[in-house]
């Protein structure tokens, strides 16, 4: 059971957009920033946003995320097969003394 | 750019012990927070622990503590993680993985490409 609540899966065609959503808590997504990380199959994680909406070099502005509250989200548009992945969330949560917790995981389809 | 270069996959039997390494490059261990996560297979990514260099103190996920002792090897720049009383439920692809700087809240920018580890009889 991940502190985090992500759907399992995701799917959409080609030039789509979809979004992903992870919910937490006001101690962990409603106090601290949010990372998203891509793990592509068989290899490790990559980390694709973090302080909630900020993108690292090099990561296409196909990908944004945002922040409401004790909800977070991440959106993919114009949806490339590539793009086929799992992607979790993270957060800091303050009630585990600033423990890193991540979300189960959405495992992303393109059709 | 860091770099971080895990040892090789390990079986191990039930109740032994295995120690994962990470080399680090590019930087030196002193000016990153090394962290450790772990998947276990068909499964998500699950923390635990890392360096905060704050308190000068390694800080263990709740699930691993008295089993996990992450060190480090400032000499060689390798951080080392070693798990205990090993069982099944934690074969696993072990991971490190840290910013490119010394410091808790900060996203996990940089992996190493993780080792596997067998828990068998």
């Known amino acids: 059971q991940s502190v985090l609540t992500q759907p399992p899966s995701a799917s959409g065609t080609p030039g789509q957009r979809v979004t992903i959503s992870c919910s937490g808590s006001s101690s962990n997504i409603g106090s601290n920033t949010v990372n998203w990380y891509q793990q592509l199959p068989g290899t490790a994680p990559k980390l694709l946003i973090y302080s909630n909406n900020q993108r690292p070099s090099g990561v296409p502005d196909r990908f944004s995320g945002s922040k409401s509250g004790t909800s977070a989200s991440l959106a993919i548009s114009g949806l490339q097969s590539e793009d086929e992945a799992d992607y979790y969330c993270?957060?800091?949560?303050?009630?585990?003394?600033?423990?890193?917790?991540f979300g189960g995981g959405t495992k992303l389809t393109v059709l | 750019q860091v770099q971080l270069v895990q040892s090789g996959a390990e079986v191990k039997k039930p109740g032994a012990s295995v120690k994962v390494s990470c080399k680090v490059s590019g930087y030196t261990l002193t000016e990153l927070s090394m962290h450790w996560v772990r998947q276990a297979p068909g499964k998500g990514l699950e923390w635990m622990g890392g360096f905060d260099p704050e308190d000068g103190e390694t800080i263990y996920a709740q699930k691993f503590q008295g089993r996990v002792t992450m060190t480090e090897d400032t000499s060689t720049d390798t951080a080392y993680m070693e798990l205990s009383s090993l069982r099944s439920e934690d074969t696993a692809v072990y991971y490190c993985?840290?910013?490119?700087?010394?410091?808790?809240?900060?996203?996990?920018?940089?992996w190493g490409q993780g080792t596997l580890v067998t828990v068998s009889s």
């Open positions: 993985a840290t910013p490119p700087r010394s410091g808790w809240y900060y996203p996990l920018d940089y």
């Open positions: 993270a957060a800091w949560d303050d009630s585990l003394n600033g423990h890193v917790v």
